[in-house]
């Protein structure tokens, strides 16, 4: 009980001074407070003792032959990377380098921008577009992360410009403009990979919402002691992520936390929670997390193809064209809106929210 208390005294110290992780580091804290603190069980990563056989590198696919000749080779590594890993890297995707850098350019600076600057855009009603949360996960009994985030809603209603703050507001609108016409090609192969019309995830209006999730992992002092990102799955369709040369990603493959290597130029793609769903188990959404690290700050920028909480009354269900009798539907119904509401409520609990959908 009295642990309890101090629990909650010192996350109540640590939203009243409303400056983040961030605020923290710049106070040259040298330990990491206990609301921090992650189980090293939970931080221990035993390599398998036979990794003989095992592959243990994330795939990168090199789009840039895509509408050559090549496409099909392309088609079957992307399906392959979706089923076995959840995960791949993308090389040569069309997203010009500048605008990459631009980016993390921009996030940095929102980041690094007084905290007064900051706190106008902490919440204050349901409405906003552009959210910095510097407490995301202080509603939860789970231990805290080592990072600061802000979110921004951006399609299918996109914001005003002046709804995003000075700091990075070319750069959300341009990133996020080359986002969606990457993201259409990708739903066109991951489609294609499925067996089925190029077209039927864009159909199925999995391009239609994209929420961004910009952030900003602050050096820690002990790093062996806490995370970036508790273990989750994506509540997206398909996430991109761009990371910068940092490291700490990782996915969970074969029991093991594989690193998701900083590749200079590439974009992370991760299959999400509704596309395990819609393919019935075929592309898996797999648990990632990131380390938390001594080198930072660490910069990334999480664009999810879903439009989450926003009012959609589309229900989805697996494909029926990749059903059979041998292959009968493993889910049941869902809307996004209901979905993303649970899986909120639920996000770094141990076992992944789409299982609650099981048949
Ligand atoms: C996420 C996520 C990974 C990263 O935002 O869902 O997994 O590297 N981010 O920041
Ligand atoms: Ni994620």
């Keep these: 009980m009295t642990e309890e208390i101090d629990r909650v005294n010192e996350l109540t110290n640590f939203i009243s001074t409303k400056t983040g992780v961030k605020g923290l580091v710049d106070a040259e804290i040298t330990e990491v407070p206990r609301i921090f603190h992650v189980p090293s069980s939970i931080l221990s990563n035993n390599r398998p003792s036979d990794i003989t056989g095992l592959n243990l590198t994330v795939p990168i696919i090199d789009l840039g032959d895509r509408n050559t000749s090549s496409r099909n080779d392309i088609v079957s590594k992307i399906k392959e990377a979706a089923e076995k890993w959840g995960f791949f890297q993308v090389i040569n995707h069309g997203v010009p380098l500048t605008v990459l850098e631009e980016i993390k350019e921009s996030v940095r600076r929102f980041h690094e921008e007084d905290p007064v600057v900051k706190n106008q855009y902490i919440p204050t009603d349901n409405n906003k577009r552009f959210v910095y949360n510097n407490n995301f996960d202080l509603y939860h009994s789970s231990p805290m992360n080592w990072r600061d985030s ?4 951006i399609a299918p209603d996109p914001p005003n410009p002046e709804e995003i703050p000075l700091a990075c507001r070319s750069a959300v609108i341009e990133y996020t403009k ?100 819609i393919t019935n188990d075929k592309f898996l959404s797999v648990e990632h997390r990131v380390r938390a690290n001594k080198d930072g700050p660490r910069i990334s920028v999480a664009c999810f193809f879903s439009s989450s909480l926003s009012p959609n009354s589309t229900v989805y269900g697996p494909i029926k064209e990749l059903l059979s009798d041998e292959n009968p539907a493993k889910y049941k119904d869902i809307t996004i809106p209901e979905y993303t509401a649970g899986y909120l409520a639920n996000i770094f609990d141990e076992k992944s929210y789409l299982s609650n959908y099981k048949i």
């Excluded at 994506?234 to 991109?240: G, I, Q, R, Y």
Aim: a negative charge.
């Design 150 to 153: 802000f979110t921004c809603y």
């Design 178 to 277: 080359h986002v969606m016409e990457l993201g259409a090609v990708l739903f066109q192969l991951l489609s294609e990979a499925l067996g089925l019309d190029s077209e039927i995830l864009k159909r199925m209006d999995c391009l239609k919402g994209l929420f961004m999730i910009c952030h900003y992992y602050p050096p820690c002092p002990q790093p062996d002691l806490t995370l970036g990102i508790s273990k989750h799955t994506d509540n997206s369709f398909l996430t991109l992520l761009l990371q910068d040369q940092i490291g700490g990603l990782q996915v969970l493959h074969e029991d093991y936390w594989v690193d998701v290597p900083p590749v200079p130029g590439a974009l992370v793609v991760n299959i999400g929670d509704f596309m395990q769903l």
